[in-house]
T-cell receptor, first 110, second 113 residues
Framework: AQSVAQPEDQVNVAEGNPLTVKCTYSVSGNPYLFWYVQYPNRGLQFLLKYITGDNLVKGSYGFEAEFNKSQTSFHLKKPSALVSDSALYFCAVIYGDMRFGAGTRLTVKP | DADVTQTPRNRITKTGKRIMLECSQT?????MYWYRQDPGLGLRLIYY???????NKGEISDGYSVSRQAQAKFSLSLESAIPNQTALYFCATSDLGGTNEQFFGPGTRLTVL
């Protein structure tokens, strides 16, 4: 059974607009949730994580994510997108080991 | 992340050949992981190791083996490569604790003809 899902393969936004990359999870108990970003020809880089506490988590490069237990979601957000934010984004959950979503390609157009 | 290095970065080989991918880290982490990345499937865990004497199978270990030679080194072997093992392979490390983020190497692109 899939532990984490990213329902959108591709997200396109204009520079300066807010962006959202969606993630839902399907593990029981208290999940440990992560967001990573992958730039071309690079490994994944950690952006932020939710372990416990405040549902709004702030991370690197101006990104933030909101944990919503009732909707089992952990969407990644940024108030104003940059062209340099264009990359592949992965949501992940620790469920024994770390399970990754399939990834969402974000394209920010000038 | 320069703290986690992988060699080679690219490799083309033929079906049936034995291949070894190597990973080294200078982060001092105890935990190391091997993943493969395929388009549309995200990353899938092949093997992981929590210390030098600990080796665990991940989601897709068939056709692969690993060796943890030292705290800093974790190698992945394909004993007899097949075309559907063509993928991007990543090594990762993390510190002790079940909630810590992982740090990834730059990846090895493997093509099996």
């Amino acid at each position: 059974a899939q532990s984490v899902a990213q329902p959108e393969d591709q997200v396109n936004v204009a520079e300066g607009n807010p962006l959202t990359v969606k993630c839902t999870y399907s593990v029981s108990g208290n999940p440990y949730l992560f967001w990573y970003v992958q730039y071309p020809n690079r490994g994944l880089q950690f952006l932020l994580k939710y372990i416990t506490g405040d549902n709004l988590v702030k991370g690197s490069y101006g990104f933030e994510a909101e944990f919503n237990k009732s909707q089992t979601s952990f969407h990644l957000k940024k108030p104003s997108a940059l062209v340099s934010d264009s990359a592949l984004y992965f949501c992940a959950v620790i469920y024994g080991d770390m399970r990754f979503g399939a990834g969402t390609r974000l394209t920010v157009k000038p | 992340d320069a703290d986690v290095t992988q060699t080679p970065r690219n490799r083309i080989t033929k079906t049936g050949k034995r291949i070894m991918l190597e990973c080294s880290q200078t982060k001092g982490h105890d935990r190391m992981y091997w993943y493969r990345q395929d388009p549309g499937l995200g990353l899938r865990l092949i093997y992981y190791s929590f210390d030098v004497k600990d080796i665990n199978k991940g989601e897709i270990s068939d056709g692969y083996s690993v060796s943890r030679q030292a705290q800093a080194k974790f190698s992945l072997s394909l004993e007899s490569a097949i075309p559907n093992q063509t993928a991007l392979y990543f090594c990762a490390t993390s510190d002790l604790g079940g909630t810590n983020e992982q740090f990834f190497g730059p990846g090895t692109r493997l093509t099996v003809l």
